[in-house]
């Protein structure tokens, strides 16, 4: 609180001197080499009387900004001469620190990697476990300062991911996190992208986002994916911004803006996870005392406020009527003003500043929750996030807090319970297969096969030979009887050996077709000979191999569908290696952990930290009222 209230004194004396017209980089006030000459007696007692502090803190605080403007007016002409820009660093984040601030000189054509390298001598840590940020972005390795925003008496914000000596051993750990986030967040995406290649109906299948009214948006596959990769990382984020890891967060949050930033304004405006985002990044500044270095702090809170507006209403009467209360989304407004207010603050705009602070503090007052009805709630087995939630949005009403908490449950357990059943109908219908002409067969059709009574391995060679047409289907399976012995859908690949072909070629039947029938029969022999004495030696809708097909080969699988299909072996994917898919395992485990327990798991704040900061800049305004 010292150093907000030194710049607050220096702000008042900045404008005092610059309203006189008081240049102390300039003679009497310093000398041709930039040292100290002599500060008149009677300028230090009018702005002491002025701004009702004493000499010898006006004297020292001018002392001080007459360094500064000596310093930035050489570091000016430096640039100017020679190229050389002077850089204001700030570190934060544990470690062994050498320094919390300083001024690095440097080219601006120099690479990322290579700042990181001249920071790594200057503040003792080594270069990958330096995250230097300015203007809101992450600078990056291989683009030049220059190509990246920065320019001449930057601030630079470096977050330090190294921990304390005890903890050495992490710090590869910590270093790799946030790769493994977006490795993770990426691979999530993939996945997504690889189930809108099989979506039935226009994604039935692929991930679904709606907007506020739970309006399903159709988002072209690239933006798509950049708001899962989005979307994940944020999640990640908002995790490490609960567990108080706030440079960790930062970073997470700035990875998931570069991705929302390829996805249409329209698409940002219709939900609110950007909104939350712009609010989560500039309260990481704060915790990290580095308001005043973020550029764009005051704009990316207009936006959220902006966005809030549209998605919630200008009275958050849009929200009372979706969702019948408001009270769990006003923690996010009680984060929202404080932090515009403390913005304000450090611009010098006090009046914005009290207004803002007053807000904030008249939502947090509607958000107090009865400690007492808290516990109340917690020991008839309710978990304290879900008693928090539930007395906010009831006002403190303890019946009606359990009405809503259970009424959230039973609304959980339906979109779980959906959920299951949509993964199951995605498991099935990969088991289906593709038709002739490379379309997924359509599983209500499939279904409606079965309820007529149809058997599953018929109904599924029926519609892949009709492409989905079931009249048609309908007259395939009447006219061919065989289609009716066929198994149902076996639930994966079945590893075919040589013995087991080689019991089949030596009776005479196609090497293909023999591996087909195998395949089909889940490796039962028998079965497999039933079935190709019925077909005549040729499965339905497979065309029988010239017989270039070695009896000696491989004991490879083709296909993960019980049935024969039409389509290519080049649709199957590749297999992946036994690392591959730990890794993926791992990436997934990761960023589920991360994951929160509930869709409203963000609006579960406890409130206190907004009190503190709150109650300081509070005291902050109070302390300066009379400048």
């Known amino acids: 609180m010292g150093s ?5 004194v220096q702000r008042h004396l900045r404008q005092a001197l610059n309203r006189d017209k ?5 003679s009497p006030y310093s000398r041709e080499d930039g040292t100290a000459h002599q500060i008149p007696e009677n300028l230090i007692l009018k702005y002491s009387e002025e701004l009702r502090l004493s000499k010898d803190v006006v004297a020292a605080n001018m002392e001080e900004l007459r360094l500064h403007a000596v310093r930035k007016l050489a570091s000016r002409r430096k640039f100017q001469t020679s190229g050389v820009a002077t850089l204001k660093i700030k570190l934060a984040g544990k470690g062994n620190l050498k320094c919390s601030s300083f001024e690095l000189e440097t080219t601006l054509q120099i690479l990322g ?15 990958d476990h330096l995250k230097p940020i300015a203007v809101g972005r992450v600078i990056k390795d291989d683009v030049p300062l220059s190509s990246q925003h920065i320019s001449n008496n930057a601030q630079v914000l470096v977050i330090c991911l190294s921990e304390s000596e005890a903890e050495a051993q992490r710090k590869e750990e910590q270093v790799s996190k946030v790769r493994r986030a977006r490795e993770g967040a990426e691979l999530l995406a993939d996945t997504l992208a690889a189930d809108d290649d099989m979506e039935h109906d226009g994604n039935q299948y692929g991930l679904q986002i709606a907007d506020q009214t739970g309006r399903a948006l159709q988002i072209p596959r690239e933006e798509k994916r950049a708001l899962t990769v989005a979307m994940a990382l944020n999640e990640r984020g908002k995790a490490a911004l609960k567990r108080k890891q706030h440079g960790e967060a930062l970073l997470l949050l700035l990875e998931a803006d570069r991705e929302f930033q390829q996805c249409r304004s329209e698409i940002l405006q219709a939900v609110d996870n950007y909104a939350i985002l712009c609010l989560d990044i500039v309260w990481c500044y704060l915790c990290l ?8 702090a005051e704009n990316r809170l207009q936006k959220c406020e902006q966005l809030f507006h549209k998605s919630y209403g200008s009275n958050l009467e849009r929200l009372t009527t979706v969702k019948g209360s408001s009270g769990q989304e006003k923690a996010l407004f009680v984060r929202l003003h404080l932090l515009q207010g403390v913005v304000f603050f450090h611009q010098g705009r006090r009046n914005q500043a009290v207004a803002e602070l007053a807000k904030a503090d008249a939502f947090l007052r509607q958000l107090q929750v009865d400690e007492s009805k808290l516990t109340e709630l917690m020991t008839m087995g309710f978990s304290g996030a879900e008693a928090r939630l539930g007395l906010r949005a009831c006002s403190n009403n303890v019946q009606a807090a359990v009405t809503h908490i259970m009424q959230k449950q039973e609304e959980r357990r339906e979109i779980k319970k959906k959920e299951q059943e949509e993964r199951r109908q995605k498991k099935l219908a990969k088991k289906l297969g593709k038709t002739a002409n490379g379309d997924w067969v359509k ?3 499939y279904n409606a096969l079965v309820n007529m009574g149809f058997p599953k391995g018929g109904a599924v060679a029926a519609l892949q030979q009709t492409n989905n047409n079931i009249q048609q289907a309908i007259q395939v399976l ?5 289609l009716l012995t066929l198994p149902d859908p076996n639930p994966g690949p079945v590893s075919i050996t040589d013995e087991m072909l080689a019991q089949l070629v030596s009776l005479g039947f196609d090497p293909e077709m023999s591996r087909r029938a195998l395949q089909s029969c889940q490796g039962m022999a028998q079965r497999a000979i039933d079935m190709l004495l019925q077909s005549g030696g040729v499965l339905p809708g497979v065309s029988s191999a010239s017989g270039s097909t070695s009896t000696s080969s491989s004991s490879s699988t083709s296909s993960s569908s019980a049935t024969p299909s039409s389509s290519s072996s080049s649709d199957a994917s590749p297999a992946k290696s036994p690392e591959e898919l730990q890794r993926e395992k791992e990436a997934y485990e990761e960023l589920a952990s991360d994951l929160a327990d509930h869709e409203e798991d963000y609006l579960d704040l406890t409130l206190e930290e907004e009190s503190v900061f709150l109650q300081e800049y509070r005291a902050l305004l109070a302390s300066t009222l009379s400048f």
């Open 478 to 482: 009447q006219d061919q009887p065989e």
């Open 22 to 26: 008081v240049k102390l980089w300039e």
């Open 289 to 296: 005392k580095n308001v005043t270095a973020l550029p764009d």
């Open 113 to 127: 990697k290579a700042f990181k390298k001249l920071l790594s001598e200057k503040c003792g840590l080594a270069p």
């Open 443 to 445: 599983v209500d059709m």
């Open 4 to 8: 907000i209230h030194t710049e607050e």
